[in-house]
């Protein structure tokens, strides 16, 4: 019982720093989508070109907080 446990222990342990690379890499390519938003609003000379761009940025930057926020609690239950 105790070897099967530590089995499921290490598996969940593995699973969690796949969760946590795949979200890593996730956030760095928000950043990247981003940061090309403010380039393309600063870029921009019409004002709700600029406006957009913005928004988008802001949009795409909540929504991944929302999904990385969901597999977090995901993880929390699969794991426990």
């Known amino acids: 019982m105790i070897l099967i446990r530590k089995r499921r222990d290490v598996g969940s342990a593995l699973l969690w720093c796949k ?33 957009n761009f913005v928004q988008l940025a802001k949009d795409i930057a909540n929504g ?6 969901a597999v977090k609690v995901f993880m929390y239950y699969v794991i426990h």
Do not use: F, Y
């Open 19 to 51: 969760m946590l690379a795949a979200l890593s890499v996730i956030a760095k390519q928000t950043a990247l989508i981003c940061n090309a938003c403010r380039t393309a609003s600063e870029k921009s000379e019409n004002a709700g070109t600029k406006r």
């Open 64 to 69: 991944t907080a929302t999904v990385v926020q």
